[in-house]
């Protein structure tokens, strides 16, 4: 991997490990479309600019780190339980799922789903509008809709955020609990695989690595206050739309 693909997939991995549009997705289209092999440096690579996107969210929320706040990430592990069940139980199938295909249907699926709810999408419902006023029931049924986000193109944010505006979230509050959930899930997969392949580190690019981790700590951090922001004044809907755009271009160009 050289130094332009790993700026590349560094962006693409801040800009999307947040957004309800599957970083997974994104990051195996842009790797086939710049030829890039799975070998198992490039899979060390994935790995280190995940725990670059794990930064990002530590020192964007650092205020959340403290004692008081041990309420919230009880709930937070409850939300972490089912996917981590799930994917331990079943995680076989589910990297035989892993096909520009499925993703490609996702992506639309997910899309559908992210327009029906801002078509019934109604302020006075929802009332959760802290991470910290999220009830045990809410972040349990939060974690059952992450589940889906096992397929590949899913996306972990768009399910977990689906989840918590099914359960009375506000749209500020669904992405903020979608960006700690985030820690437990990713800390638990980027763990297991720096383990699986910490000596693949020694084939890697280092520059490669280096650059790759920044970009995506700088971009993941952006992309998370913007997001935000963005959700001040306007709705899901434009992912939405970005969602089947995305996943019709994906069935014309591979299918």
């Known amino acids: 991997m050289d130094i332009f693909q790993a700026i590349i997939l560094g962006i693409i991995e801040g800009l999307t490990e947040f957004l309800p549009i599957s970083s997974t997705g994104h990051l195996i289209v842009a790797s086939h479309w710049m030829g890039i092999e799975q070998t198992k440096a490039n899979t060390a690579f994935e790995v280190i600019i995940q725990l670059a996107a794990i ?20 709930k937070i592990f409850i939300a972490f339980l089912p996917i981590a069940a799930i994917g331990y139980i079943f995680s076989d199938q589910i ?17 559908i789903v992210f327009l029906v709810l801002e078509k019934f999408y109604k302020e006075e419902s929802h009332t ?18 992450q589940i889906f986000a096992l397929i590949p193109g899913t996306s ?16 500020k509050a669904s992405a903020e609990f979608s960006f700690l959930l985030a820690l437990p899930v990713m800390i638990t997969v980027s763990g297991y695989d720096l383990l699986k392949h910490y000596k693949d580190f020694s084939d890697a690019n280092l520059l490669a690595l280096g650059i790759g981790f920044v970009t995506a700590f700088i971009v993941a951090y952006l992309t998370m206050l913007l997001f935000i922001k963005f959700l001040e004044k306007f709705t899901f809907v ?17 299918i």
Not at 57 to 62: L, Q
Not at 95 to 111: L, P, Q
Not at 156 to 171: D, N, P, Q
């Open 55 to 74: 930064l990002a969210v530590v020192f964007t929320y650092k205020d959340k780190f403290t004692l008081e706040k041990i309420d919230m990430w009880i």
């Open 128 to 145: 959760t509008t802290e991470v910290e006023d999220v009830t045990y029931r809410q972040a349990a049924w939060i974690g059952f809709a």
């Open 156 to 171: 972990r944010a768009g399910s977990t955020i689906v989840g918590a505006l099914l359960v009375g979230l506000s749209r």
């Open 95 to 111: 990297k035989m799922m892993f096909n520009v295909t499925i993703v490609a249907i996702m992506f639309i699926i997910g899309g």
């Open 238 to 254: 434009a992912f939405g739309i970005y969602r089947i755009v995305f996943g019709v271009i994906l069935l014309a160009f591979f």
